[in-house]
C-alpha cells in the first residue's frame, strides 16, 4: 500500500520556521517526483514546490522562494520542506504529493497524496 504521511506542522510566530517531512511508505521516494502543495481556508490548493525524481531538480513559487528549501533523503525515505522567515500568508494546510511524472506544479499529474498538516503562523 502507497502511503505519504505528513508531519512537522504547528503554530509558529511570524519570523520562525518549521521542518515540514514526508514520508513515504509501499514504494521508493526517489522514483518519483515530490511536490509540496498548501491550501488556506478559502482559497484553492496551491503549489509550492517540487523536486524531481530525475536529477533531483528542484523549484519554487516565487511566494516561498529564498525563504524554502525541499530536500530529499533517500536513506529515510522521507523528504523535507524546510520553511524559514515564515509569514503569517504562510497559514496552511500543507499536503505532499508524488508523480512519476517530471516535477510539476499540475496537480492532475499526482497520484499519490499525503493526509496534510496544519501551519499556523501567528503572533
Known amino acids: 500500500q502507497l502511503q505519504l504521511v505528513e508531519s512537522g506542522g504547528g503554530l509558529v510566530q511570524p519570523g520562525g520556521s518549521l521542518r515540514l517531512s514526508c514520508a513515504a511508505s509501499g514504494f521508493t521516494l526517489d522514483d518519483y517526483s515530490i511536490g509540496w502543495f498548501r491550501q488556506a481556508p478559502g482559497k484553492e490548493r496551491e503549489g509550492v514546490s517540487y523536486?524531481?525524481?530525475?536529477?533531483?531538480?528542484?523549484a519554487y513559487k516565487d511566494l516561498v522562494k529564498g525563504r524554502f528549501t525541499i530536500s530529499r533523503d533517500n536513506a529515510k525515505n522521507t523528504v523535507y520542506l524546510q520553511m524559514n522567515s515564515l509569514k503569517p500568508e504562510d497559514t496552511a494546510v500543507y499536503y505532499c504529493?508524488?508523480?512519476?511524472?517530471?516535477?510539476?506544479?499540475?496537480?492532475?499529474?499526482?497520484?499519490?497524496w499525503g493526509q496534510g498538516t496544519q501551519v499556523t503562523v501567528s503572533s
Open positions: 504529493a508524488a508523480t512519476t511524472y517530471y516535477g510539476s506544479y499540475y496537480q492532475g499529474w499526482y497520484a499519490y
Open positions: 523536486i524531481s525524481n530525475r536529477g533531483g531538480n528542484t
